[in-house]
């Protein structure tokens, strides 16, 4: 469901030219996130979590939480698709980082038995949106679940594992808590989220104070899902990306959403605090770079899909190296030998 005022619109729209993305002194680790030069990967720590979840509770308690739920029900919906893709009944299943529910609403019992959904945000789970799935709400963190090995027939998360310190922990995690030939649903914030914001504050900060902060949080690179998805023991992966657009009045109401969604920067390296003019002088750029012909402005969600089987003996699998009777140079004749049959004929 979407914003109901004219100037919220949900579309997709390939990506205007900007200012490229902060280029700071980071370096790209195993998790596919840009952390300070000279951290381990083991010793990740770039999200406050006591903030995140403080964050989620307060967006989840405000009188009117559904009127900033547009975007999480768009991708939840998307997700129960490619649920109902797959051609076959879960008896179990579990949402992570589950929020109000986004994804359960979208289902149906014929298709998911029982649903089990976590978040770490408890006021979320008190105000889930009503579904027709026999529910189970659990307080837990996505990053240490509370569940036993070959638990799950479907694991499902919306918009919630871009959060995580440690994605490749939680993605063996799921992969723990997954049965034999069960599979993984995922969508997750991609790098070129919010692209406009970024840019815009980036250069009224250079101008206004000599120098910019990051105030958009970091993001998992594509490329990396795929290896991520492997080495935590997924297989038959599949990861593709998609953009949304929402257009709004203008940068403060941009920013008035991501709080009501529960979105706001937790990363420890975040700036408190932004001067006024710096702020105006950021929404003056982005309306001079970005806006639309209705003067409205956009804001692009870059979302990448990913889902990954656990092995299971029953699972197609490809041939050993070197079994092929037939070589690509026989392959490459066939056209050929098609033309002379035809001519015999």
Request: charged share 25%; glycine share 8%; proline share 5%.
């Amino acid at each position: 469901m979407l914003r109901p005022a004219g100037l919220w619109r949900l579309l997709r729209r390939p990506r205007a030219p900007g200012v490229p993305a902060e280029n700071l002194c980071r370096r790209e680790v195993a998790s596919g996130v840009s952390v300070p030069c000279g951290t381990s990967p083991r010793a990740l720590n770039i999200f406050d979590r006591d903030l995140k979840r403080k964050q989620k509770n307060w967006a989840a308690r405000q009188p009117e939480p559904m009127k900033f739920d547009y975007l999480r029900e768009e991708v939840g919906s998307r997700i129960a698709d490619r649920v109902y893709d797959i051609a076959r009944d879960f008896s179990l299943g579990l949402d992570l980082g589950c929020g109000r529910g986004y994804i359960a609403q979208h289902l149906n019992k014929e298709t998911v038995g029982k649903f089990f959904q976590t978040d770490i945000a408890e006021n979320a789970l008190k105000n889930s949106l009503k579904t027709e799935i026999p529910t189970v709400s659990v307080l837990a963190d996505e990053e240490f679940l509370p569940f036993q090995e070959n638990t799950f027939d479907l694991v499902v998360s919306s918009l919630s594992l871009h959060w995580v310190n440690d994605l490749p922990r939680a993605l063996e995690q799921i992969h723990y808590v997954l049965k034999p030939d069960g599979v993984f649903i995922g969508a997750m914030f991609g790098g070129d989220t919010l692209y406009e914001l970024r840019c815009s504050l980036q250069l009224a900060e250079t101008e206004r104070e000599g120098g910019f902060s990051p105030h958009v949080s970091p993001f998992t690179a594509i490329n990396d899902l795929g290896h991520l998805l492997g080495r935590a023991g997924f297989n038959t992966l599949t990861v593709d990306t998609d953009e949304i657009q929402v257009n709004y009045p203008g940068m403060f109401e941009l920013m008035e959403d991501l709080q009501g969604m529960g979105e706001s920067n937790c990363s420890w390296n975040r700036k408190a605090l932004l001067h006024r003019d710096t702020m105006l002088a950021a929404a003056a750029v982005y309306r001079e770079m970005y806006r639309n012909e209705d003067g409205s402005v956009p804001a692009t969600y870059q979302i990448y899909y990913m889902i990954g089987w656990k092995y299971h003996d029953s699972q197609a699998r490809p041939a050993e190296r070197g079994s092929a009777t037939v070589s690509f140079g026989e392959l490459g004749k066939i056209n050929s030998l098609m033309s002379q049959g035809k001519k015999s004929q």
